[in-house]
């Protein structure tokens, strides 16, 4: 598994397909979060942020072969391997991406309430954040698992379906994602941090679901 996480790492990084969401993401930061705001409130900006951003990544990664080299490394692994792979990367790199983007966020964030009236200990906020942050790239890849190949093969369908699915799991309620977010911004209205422990646990229950199905089609259908 370690050859092909880094074969599918090599993959992304030479086809330079990740430069658009990365753009994307640090231009949505850049809009959205300023120096001095409410940690909480830049944190669950932060985190929200990143799901689509983890969706298109799994998009890019589980589409980067040509046909016949997904071929050949299907054939010497094991085409659910391989698929799984993929997913791995798109989600370590999002993960990252979440991670560092967290920090940079807790460190230029102003550590009070959102009314400023309140002081929010800044490493447990930043803690916070980052479980939120990990809970949304955790179902962004899920999003972008169950709206790429081998589930949907045709680009007209599955894109429009990623971008609709993303924006759902953000806002609609009962979403992991929408759960952690929500639960950051509420902490910062009341000057208290929470923990989403419990979305994170259901996002990754999710993702493991969504993965376990994308990775099992993939060794009934052919690319």
Known sequence: MTALLSY???????????????????????????????????LG?????????AAWLVRICVTNEPPAARSCVSAAV??????????LVALSVAA????VATVVVTLISDPVSADHQ?????????????????????????????TAWPLLRSTGRAVPAMLLAA?????????????????????????TVPLPLLPLAAAALLTAAATAVACALTSRRSP
């Open 8 to 42: 599918q790492t090599a993959l992304l990084v030479r086809s330079q397909r990740w430069l658009p969401p990365f753009i994307l993401y640090a231009a949505f930061l850049g809009i959205g979060v300023q120096g001095g705001q409410p940690v909480l409130d830049s």
């Open 45 to 53: 900006f932060t985190a929200a942020g990143l799901l689509p951003v």
């Open 78 to 87: 094991g085409p659910g391997r391989a698929h799984l792979a993929a997913l």
């Open 96 to 99: 990252l991406v979440g991670t």
């Open 118 to 146: 309140t002081r929010v200990p800044r490493l447990p906020a930043g803690a916070a954040g980052l479980l939120a942050t990990l809970a949304c790239a955790l179902l962004g890849t899920a999003v972008g698992a169950l």
């Open 167 to 191: 924006l759902l799991a953000v806002v609609v309620t009962g979403s992991p994602a929408h759960a952690a977010v929500s639960g950051l911004v509420t902490g910062s209205r009341s000057g």
